[in-house]
């Protein structure tokens, strides 16, 4: 098979070494001797303010826009001054304007990348397929469809899976949700998160959001002016020991709360609720219900999945169907989502709790302030371990 066509290719390390940017006529650098590494398959986040260079740092690690001096390696590689059309296909590219070709279909924008590289139409037509299928689109539906008849949130989709289209080891993204309602964007993060625990690519992505940043970032570049690292950690570390006052700025208030971003629903003990099925006797769910500590039910269908949240005043109104009564069971997480998503979630749910739901939307169990709070004690307690380690460590004599 050819290199070109492998099945998967590995995650590349990225190390930038002084890259520097100067435009004719100002006085100071966009992007000052900015030297970082990247190491392979995790997402590492810019962010900064705004003109602080964090998009034009990104574009120069494809070359879209040439540094001045400094230079680039992928894996080991100095591609500082390869062909610069040919380094591109081997990195995939999202924007916020997406950028799809509105007179191309979906197939066609997707398959785009492997036809410049010789792909046959074949693989072509088994790669869109497979890609449409990673990002949550049904392949039958969509690929004969154009971008226009499209919401945002399907054309980001489509973005992402076009510059994934090549298998690149390295995905750039230049504030990809930047444009999306607030719900979408969410959604699309934590379907972005998932696809990520699939791919492991190595992923810079440039966001002016450090809400964004903590969620999706493996390590974060926090960036000052032209560039200038003020601090690049772990969101972890970021929170609980800001550099200098830049940063503790930047973060702003909240750092408590910011923290629920570093857990995941998966990572905690979820808590049960009182539950039955849509078809079960109404008589056996009132005694359900009643051996509960719960006021309310919460019914799942035939596939297990959440439907509505019952009283046992809805379960003597027996003209009505169940699927009829009560309030729609819709305040729902997935595992990969974070505890941040779970509280939001909480706060729309009429019975002060989040349902957790795997990919096929099965019910797995709920998020509520017990969880919540169990996991803020967790983090108090490693944060006052860390404190007592660091306290105790012998000072080095200058």
Not at 134 to 161: F, H, I, N, W
Not at 240 to 250: E, G, I, L, M, W
Request: charged share 25%.
């Amino acid at each position: 098979m050819p290199a070109h066509e492998q099945e998967s290719a590995t995650a590349a390390s990225i190390r930038l070494e002084s890259l520097t940017k100067r435009y004719p006529g100002q006085t100071e650098p966009a992007v000052d001797n900015l030297t970082m590494d990247i190491p392979a398959g995790e997402i590492v986040v810019l962010v900064g303010p705004s003109g602080s260079g964090k998009t034009t740092s990104l574009k120069m690690i494809n070359r879209i826009i040439e540094p001045t001096s400094g230079r680039i390696f992928i894996d080991g590689e100095d591609v500082t001054h390869v062909n610069a059309d040919q380094l591109r296909r081997r990195i995939g590219y999202v924007i916020q304007q997406i950028g799809l070709f509105p007179h191309m279909t979906i197939a066609e924008n997707i398959g785009m990348v492997p036809r410049l590289l010789g792909w046959n139409r074949t693989r072509i037509s088994e790669r869109v397929d497979e890609l449409l299928d990673l990002v949550g689109m049904e392949p039958s539906a969509y690929r004969t469809r154009y971008p226009k008849q499209l919401s945002g949130g399907q054309r980001q989709r489509v973005g992402v899976a076009r510059a994934m289209s090549a298998d690149p080891p390295l995905l750039l993204m230049d504030e990809p949700f930047g444009a999306i309602d607030p719900i979408t964007r969410e959604r699309l993060q934590n379907e972005f998160l998932r696809l990520q625990s699939n791919i492991r690519k190595t992923i810079v992505f440039v966001t002016h959001d450090i809400d964004e940043a903590i969620k999706l970032g493996d390590r974060i570049a926090i960036l000052n002016k032209r560039s200038k690292i003020a601090q690049y950690d772990t969101p972890e570390a970021i929170l609980t020991a800001p550099a200098n006052d830049f940063v503790a700025d930047f973060i702003g208030s909240g750092a408590s709360l910011k923290r629920l971003s570093l857990s995941r629903v998966r990572d905690v003990e979820l808590n049960q609720w009182a539950v039955g099925r849509l078809d079960d006797d109404r008589e056996q769910l009132r005694q359900a219900l009643m051996e509960s500590d719960h006021g309310s039910l919460l019914l799942l269908d035939g596939n297990q999945r959440p439907v509505r949240w019952v009283n046992g005043h809805d379960l003597t109104r027996s003209g009505e169907s169940l699927d009829r009564v009560g309030l729609p069971a819709t305040a729902t997480v997935e595992p990969h989502a974070t505890l941040h998503d779970a509280l939001n979630e909480m706060v729309t749910s009429r019975v002060g709790c989040a349902i957790v739901v795997d990919e096929q939307r099965r019910y797995q169990g709920i998020v509520d302030m017990r969880t919540v709070m169990r996991a803020i004690d967790e983090m108090r307690a490693s944060s006052r371990a860390r404190d007592r380690h660091a306290a105790v460590q012998p000072v080095e004599a200058g």
